[in-house]
């Protein structure tokens, strides 16, 4: 299991789609920096007006994962492609060239199906945080982290707001880790469509379709936790809507479901036929 993890991951990593994802949503990430993080620092007695008060630029009103601007809005709109390009396609094509048969001789069904979920996994959560983390990073280096009562567009009510007015990095840090496992369970849904879907872009296109459609969908839900399901709010820090923990929770027991259901236990059972 050891080795078949280290090979998977390895092939997760070092291949060039990830370096793709990676540069794109870098390049989000970056655009964003330059255009509005470095402006904002080239005039520190510039300020920010919100909610008819005026506030001096800090982190909380400048990185990208705090305002739901432009940047961030293209980058959560297509952050359900981004996690997928590295490797979520790999067990697809591993079928196809026969390369799978040569791990099946060497080791068991069930050690490759499980190391190629966790690469997935990695790969997808790594591309999710690390543009986002790159950008704070940054944009501490030359703002300040000051948080003003009514200066940012976190709700009183949302999930973790006393965490976000007490210690701020504890809530991004967080929230990055829940952005991980979200970003990394998303990348998995190629995996559980891979046996019945014989063509890699519509295998890749088809998270990112599945996202719009439940941006759509959910906002007919009367329950709040539905609701919350929605994948552009998912992966927002900001909560101008606020987030439920419930919503996080669902969203998270039914993909490890389908992953279950659908790769593991149908790939042991095809593969085995």
Not at 5 to 32: D, M, N, P, W, Y
Not at 122 to 151: E, H, K
Not at 186 to 205: D, E, G, R
């Amino acid at each position: 299991m050891k080795q078949m993890l280290k090979i998977e991951i390895q092939r997760a990593f070092s291949g060039a789609a990830f370096k793709v994802s990676l540069i794109i949503g870098c390049l989000i990430s970056t655009l964003q920096f330059m255009n509005v993080v470095i402006k904002h620092a080239m005039d520190p007695m510039k300020f920010y007006f919100y909610n008819g008060l005026d506030f001096p630029y800090t982190i909380v009103n400048t990185w990208m994962g705090a305002v739901s601007d432009a940047y961030y809005e293209v980058y959560i709109r297509i952050l359900p492609l981004l996690v997928v390009i590295p490797y979520a396609s790999s067990y697809y094509i591993d079928r196809k060239l026969g390369i799978i048969n040569n791990y099946y001789i060497r080791t068991k069904r069930i050690n490759y199906l499980i190391a190629k979920l966790v690469a997935v996994f990695l790969s997808g959560g790594v591309i999710a945080v690390l543009p986002l983390f790159i950008n704070l990073v940054s944009t501490s280096a030359i703002l300040p982290t000051l948080v003003w009562p009514g200066g940012s567009e976190i709700n009183a009510n949302a999930m973790w707001s006393d965490i976000y007015y007490s210690n701020i990095y504890l809530y991004y840090l967080l929230y990055f880790i829940l952005e991980f496992i979200c970003g990394g369970l998303l990348a998995t849904i190629p995996l559980m469509i891979s046996l019945w879907i014989n063509n890699t872009f519509v295998l890749l296109l088809f998270p990112i379709v599945l996202c719009e459609f439940l941006n759509v969908v959910t906002g007919w839900a009367t329950s709040n936790t539905i609701r919350g399901m929605k994948p552009s709010r998912l992966f927002s820090m900001t909560q101008l809507a606020i987030n439920y923990w419930q919503s996080y929770v669902l969203f998270i027991l039914i993909i490890i479901f389908l992953d279950v259901v659908m790769y593991m236990w149908r790939g042991v059972k095809h593969d085995t036929l």
